[in-house]
């Protein structure tokens, strides 16, 4: 997979491109944690994430956890398939989906 | 080694010593004969100048007596007195030995000689030749000397004149007075006669006392000369042979009127004559020897030997395979028939390997029989089985070929897989590939894993390979459930793996050939089949196919040939085959096929089955492998979509939990059922059921959710069925998705 990072101040957009999965989350999750603490606002692109396993929603759940403490997390353009997870798995529930 | 002899070289070789036995034999004769002819002519020659030298010396001493006896006859004519004093007279006056004068009547009137008064000169026949004046037919006569009538032991020489008167008057020489006259004539009569060239005439008195002679010897005895004669042992008139003078003379005498009259001509000069003649002779036969040698040896060449040639040049031409050469030589009637026996032994022949041919041809066309029959030839062979399907083609360059290929279930789930190329072509190669074929095949349905049969197999066909042939094969075991394939390569080809529209070369190092070495190891080599997979098995045929220019086809243009999708299935091996051949036939053109070309071609479609270590790290194959077995029972996208996650989750789960930190394996299967797709994840695991794990609790906010648990809950919510069992010590789930929803 494949991660672009924009960083603005304390706004960071990510987006990660293909398969969150057990393989490639913890790559995901290194690329997070690395900006984390100086990040208020993330924005999650996921434009061209085309797949996620629970692997995958940890990373988020993890994220969303510390967001929530320290200021925003935001997801954008969420395509159909990984929301039918989020809705699945009770996510879409407590996560910001623009 | 012999060195052969040519015909016109023995010819010529007996004809030479058959010319010069006849120039021997006719130079000996005509030797021979030219000797004689000479000597006979050479006697002659002495005989004639004796006989001449004779006559001449009597012819003088006639002329001389008659001379007297003429003037005395004259005398008395004259009137001289004719009694006994006066014939006295007469006969001291004139130097004479006698005087007679006889009447008429032949009677003796008046004589010289007392005793001779009236003897009647008819009462002899010595004196009786004198009748001949009486009767008028003679006016004289010359006696020679000898012996009178009268009286036989006295000598007279006698000559008569006729008398006017009528008569004769008859005068004699006696002996002393008759040499006298001879002396006077002989003495030096002979000094420029020549016998022949260099010849002479010696004339000698009664006592040897030489009295002509051309070295001027006379009155030297005749030994000077060299001659000897001894009149008692040496009859007169023949031929002996003396040294005259130092040389070698041939020598004739004759005694007439008292002298030994010899002629002598040198034997040199008699066999000059020879040798000339010889000589002439010789050279006039070598000349017709010579024209007949020629004559003849260029007739044998030009009926024999040039026909022989022509005829050896056919038959060169024909040993040299080219039966329709005919022999046409047809100058004469003996080589005319022989081309024509040639022309139809060989037109004979040529039936005759016509018919071995066609019984050749026959034979090879049941053994090609034999040899395809040995081969699996009904495709599709498994017709039954959807996992599967096989392809296999073999063009032999000759009639039969050193290629094979076989497969053949060892078991339901094994399938033997086995491409190989003899080394050679023909009868040879196709005994040796159906032994190579047989032993391979016992070994492995004996139950010997493709590195044992090899090395079993390879032993087997060691022995007693006296030909010195070897195989290259390529064996395989496809454990038809996993798609691993354990092979062994025995120095062939690498085969070609087709995956995905790709084509690549399984290079994995290659062992000896077979029947090469005794003992030698092969190594079991492994290689993974995805279900949609293609291998291709060939030999080196394809790869080796030369064009015009002697290019090989080689692997790159094989891998290119063969890197597109093929689809699947049976349509899909025969494609394979097929492209390979159409990619060999254009790259080759018009050159012919040097080598057996045999193609095996393996579709996997897989009974979905994947075998794979419990680590994260082979994720990306499980999900590949599911994805496409999914794909092959053509289960719709979203329901796939959902299947995929709950693989990974169902996956990771045993990878991280089933063996701790052991290594073990998962065995994943796909199957459809009921338009639904179930698949089945087996591990030896601890035993563990996930679902007795409770769900999480999807309506808590963020801050209170646990990490865990997640996975097999998506697992469970996305799946239309999830069953957990533990079955012979493994753990069994299995999860089912419905095609529609």
Same mark, same amino acid.
């Given at each position: 997979?494949?991660?672009?990072?924009?960083?603005?101040?304390?706004?960071?957009?990510?987006?990660?491109?293909?398969?969150?999965?057990?393989?490639?989350?913890?790559?995901?999750?290194?690329?997070?944690?690395?900006?984390?603490?100086?990040?208020?606002?993330?924005?999650?692109?996921?434009?061209?994430?085309?797949?996620?396993?629970?692997?995958?929603? /940890?990373?988020?759940?993890?994220?969303?956890?510390?967001?929530?403490?320290?200021?925003?997390?935001?997801? /954008?353009?969420?395509?159909?398939?990984?929301?039918?997870?989020?809705?699945?798995?009770?996510?879409?529930?407590?996560?910001?989906?623009? | 080694?012999?060195?052969?002899?040519?015909?016109?070289?023995?010819?010529?070789?007996?004809?030479?010593?058959?010319?010069?036995?006849?120039?021997?034999?006719?130079?000996?004769?005509?030797? %021979?004969?030219?000797?004689?002819?000479?000597?006979?002519?050479?006697?002659?020659?002495?005989?004639?100048?004796?006989?001449?030298?004779?006559?001449?010396?009597?012819?003088?001493? !006639?002329?001389?007596?008659?001379?007297?006896?003429?003037?005395?006859?004259?005398?008395?004519?004259?009137?001289?007195?004719?009694?006994?004093?006066?014939?006295?007279?007469?006969?001291?006056?004139?130097?004479?030995?006698?005087?007679?004068?006889?009447?008429?009547?032949?009677?003796? %009137?008046?004589?010289?000689?007392?005793?001779?008064?009236?003897?009647?000169?008819?009462?002899?026949?010595?004196?009786?030749?004198?009748?001949?004046?009486? $009767?008028?037919?003679?006016?004289?006569?010359?006696?020679?000397?000898?012996? %009178?009538?009268?009286?036989?032991?006295?000598?007279?020489?006698?000559?008569?004149?006729?008398?006017?008167?009528?008569?004769?008057?008859?005068?004699?020489?006696?002996?002393?007075?008759?040499?006298?006259?001879? $002396?006077?004539?002989?003495?030096?009569?002979?000094?420029?006669?020549?016998?022949?060239?260099?010849?002479?005439?010696?004339?000698?008195?009664?006592?040897?006392?030489? #009295?002509?002679?051309?070295?001027?010897?006379?009155?030297?005895?005749?030994?000077?000369? =060299?001659?000897?004669?001894?009149?008692?042992?040496?009859?007169?008139?023949? *031929?002996?042979?003396?040294?005259?003078?130092?040389?070698?003379?041939?020598?004739?005498?004759?005694?007439?009127?008292?002298?030994?009259?010899?002629?002598?001509?040198?034997?040199?000069?008699?066999?000059?004559?020879?040798?000339?003649? *010889?000589?002439?002779?010789?050279?006039?036969?070598?000349?017709?020897?010579?024209?007949?040698?020629?004559?003849?040896?260029?007739?044998?060449?030009?009926?024999? *030997?040039?026909?022989?040639?022509?005829?050896?040049?056919?038959?060169?031409?024909?040993?040299?395979?080219?039966?329709?050469?005919?022999?046409?030589?047809?100058?004469?009637?003996?080589?005319?028939?022989?081309?024509?026996?040639?022309?139809?032994?060989?037109?004979?022949?040529?039936?005759?390997?016509?018919?071995?041919?066609?019984?050749?041809?026959?034979?090879?066309?049941?053994?090609?029989?034999?040899?395809?029959?040995?081969?699996?030839?009904?495709?599709?062979?498994?017709?039954?089985?959807?996992?599967?399907?096989?392809?296999?083609?073999?063009?032999?360059?000759?009639?039969?070929?050193?290629?094979?290929?076989?497969?053949?279930?060892?078991?339901?789930?094994?399938?033997?897989?086995?491409?190989?190329?003899?080394?050679?072509?023909?009868?040879?190669?196709?005994?040796?590939?159906?032994?190579?074929?047989?032993?391979?095949?016992?070994?492995?349905?004996?139950?010997?894993?493709?590195?044992?049969?090899?090395?079993?197999?390879?032993?087997?066909?060691?022995?007693?390979?006296?030909?010195?042939?070897?195989?290259?094969?390529?064996?395989?075991?496809?454990? %038809?459930?996993?798609?691993?394939?354990?092979?062994?390569?025995? =120095?062939?080809?690498?085969?070609?793996?087709?995956?995905?529209?790709?084509?690549?070369?399984?290079?994995?190092?290659?062992?000896?050939? &077979?029947?090469?070495?005794?003992?030698?190891?092969?190594?079991?080599?492994?290689?993974?089949?995805?279900?949609?997979? &293609?291998?291709?098995?060939?030999?080196?045929?394809?790869?080796?196919?030369?064009?015009?220019?002697?290019?090989?086809?080689?692997?790159?243009?094989?891998?290119?040939?063969?890197?597109?999708?093929?689809?699947?299935?049976?349509?899909?091996?025969?494609?394979?085959?097929?492209?390979?051949?159409?990619?060999? =036939?254009?790259?080759?053109?018009?050159?012919?096929?040097?080598?057996?070309?045999?193609?095996?071609?393996?579709?996997?479609?897989?009974?979905?089955?994947?075998?794979?270590?419990?680590?994260?790290?082979?994720?990306?194959?499980?999900?590949?492998?599911?994805?496409?077995?999914?794909?092959?029972?053509?289960?719709?996208?979203?329901?796939?979509?959902?299947?995929?996650?709950?693989?990974?989750?169902?996956?990771?789960?045993?990878?991280?939990?089933?063996?701790?930190?052991?290594?073990?394996? #998962?065995?994943?299967?796909?199957?459809?059922?009921?338009?639904?797709?179930?698949?089945?994840?087996?591990?030896?695991?601890?035993?563990?059921?996930?679902?007795?794990?409770? !769900?999480?609790?999807?309506?808590?906010?963020?801050?209170?959710?646990?990490?865990?648990?997640?996975?097999?809950?998506?697992?469970?919510?996305?799946?239309?069925?999830?069953?957990?069992?533990?079955?012979?010590?493994?753990? #069994?789930?299995?999860?089912?998705?419905?095609?529609?929803?």
């Amino acid at each position: 997979m494949t991660i672009q990072k924009n960083l603005q101040g304390s706004t960071l957009t990510i987006a990660p491109e293909g398969r969150l999965d057990t393989i490639t989350s913890p790559q995901f999750e290194s690329e997070l944690r690395a900006d984390m603490n100086t990040v208020t606002d993330l924005i999650l692109d996921l434009a061209n994430l085309t797949y996620i396993s629970s692997a995958g929603l /940890r990373v988020i759940l993890s994220a969303q956890k510390v967001m929530s403490k320290k200021g925003t997390m935001v997801l /954008r353009n969420v395509r159909p398939e990984i929301m039918e997870i989020f809705e699945i798995t009770g996510f879409s529930s407590f996560l910001t989906i623009e | 080694m012999q060195t052969k002899k040519t015909i016109s070289g023995t010819f010529l070789k007996w004809l030479f010593l058959i010319v010069a036995v006849a120039f021997a034999v006719s130079m000996v004769f005509s030797w %021979t004969l030219q000797t004689r002819l000479s000597k006979k002519s050479a006697y002659n020659l002495l005989r004639l100048n004796i006989a001449d030298v004779r006559q001449d010396v009597i012819d003088a001493s !006639d002329a001389n007596l008659l001379a007297l006896t003429r003037d005395i006859a004259g005398e008395i004519d004259g009137g001289a007195a004719t009694d006994e004093a006066g014939l006295a007279a007469l006969m001291e006056r004139h130097d004479v030995s006698e005087i007679n004068l006889i009447n008429a009547e032949g009677i003796i %009137t008046v004589t010289t000689h007392a005793d001779f008064l009236n003897y009647d000169m008819r009462s002899g026949k010595q004196s009786a030749e004198f009748l001949g004046l009486l $009767d008028g037919t003679e006016q004289w006569h010359v006696q020679s000397y000898q012996p %009178t009538s009268y009286d036989a032991t006295l000598l007279r020489k006698y000559a008569g004149v006729c008398l006017t008167k009528g008569g004769f008057v008859e005068v004699a020489y006696d002996a002393e007075r008759f040499q006298r006259d001879i $002396d006077h004539q002989i003495v030096g009569v002979t000094r420029n006669r020549h016998v022949g060239e260099n010849g002479c005439i010696i004339i000698a008195d009664v006592n040897w006392n030489i #009295v002509s002679d051309r070295n001027r010897n006379e009155g030297k005895n005749l030994d000077v000369t =060299g001659i000897w004669i001894d009149r008692p042992t040496m009859p007169e008139n023949t *031929v002996f042979t003396a040294e005259v003078y130092g040389e070698t003379c041939s020598c004739m005498y004759t005694f007439s009127e008292g002298y030994y009259i010899v002629a002598v001509l040198p034997e040199n000069e008699i066999l000059l004559q020879r040798d000339t003649s *010889v000589r002439l002779t010789a050279a006039l036969e070598v000349l017709v020897f010579l024209s007949l040698f020629a004559v003849i040896f260029l007739l044998v060449r030009k009926l024999v *030997v040039n026909n022989i040639r022509s005829v050896n040049n056919s038959l060169s031409k024909i040993t040299d395979g080219d039966l329709d050469e005919q022999v046409n030589v047809r100058s004469n009637t003996e080589f005319a028939s022989l081309s024509d026996d040639i022309n139809e032994t060989v037109s004979t022949l040529k039936q005759y390997i016509a018919a071995a041919a066609a019984r050749i041809d026959r034979e090879l066309a049941f053994a090609k029989n034999i040899q395809q029959s040995a081969l699996p030839s009904v495709f599709p062979p498994y017709p039954d089985r959807k996992d599967l399907n096989l392809f296999a083609t073999m063009d032999t360059a000759k009639e039969v070929g050193g290629d094979f290929y076989d497969f053949y279930f060892l078991e339901d789930n094994k399938l033997a897989l086995l491409v190989a190329d003899v080394s050679g072509k023909g009868i040879p190669a196709a005994m040796f590939m159906m032994t190579g074929k047989t032993v391979l095949r016992d070994y492995a349905e004996r139950g010997d894993a493709p590195a044992v049969a090899a090395f079993n197999a390879n032993n087997k066909l060691c022995e007693g390979n006296d030909a010195e042939m070897f195989i290259t094969a390529w064996m395989g075991y496809l454990e %038809t459930d996993t798609g691993l394939v354990r092979f062994v390569n025995a =120095g062939h080809n690498p085969p070609v793996l087709i995956r995905d529209g790709r084509a690549e070369f399984i290079t994995q190092k290659a062992d000896l050939t &077979l029947a090469a070495m005794d003992g030698v190891p092969y190594r079991e080599q492994t290689l993974q089949l995805m279900p949609g997979d &293609l291998l291709f098995l060939y030999t080196d045929g394809v790869t080796e196919a030369a064009n015009a220019s002697e290019e090989l086809f080689g692997n790159n243009r094989l891998r290119e040939a063969l890197s597109k999708r093929f689809g699947s299935g049976e349509a899909a091996v025969r494609a394979v085959c097929g492209t390979v051949k159409e990619a060999v =036939g254009a790259f080759a053109g018009d050159t012919p096929q040097a080598d057996d070309i045999t193609m095996l071609c393996l579709y996997y479609a897989g009974n979905n089955t994947l075998a794979v270590a419990a680590k994260t790290d082979e994720l990306p194959t499980v999900t590949g492998f599911v994805n496409r077995a999914l794909e092959g029972l053509g289960c719709p996208e979203t329901a796939a979509a959902q299947l995929d996650i709950a693989v990974e989750e169902i996956f990771a789960n045993i990878a991280n939990y089933a063996y701790g930190s052991e290594p073990g394996d #998962v065995t994943i299967r796909v199957r459809s059922e009921d338009s639904a797709a179930v698949i089945e994840f087996r591990d030896r695991g601890v035993a563990f059921n996930p679902l007795e794990k409770p !769900d999480p609790d999807v309506s808590l906010p963020a801050e209170k959710r646990e990490i865990g648990g997640l996975g097999i809950f998506m697992v469970k919510k996305s799946m239309d069925d999830v069953t957990y069992q533990r079955d012979n010590d493994e753990n #069994v789930l299995t999860i089912r998705k419905n095609f529609t929803k």
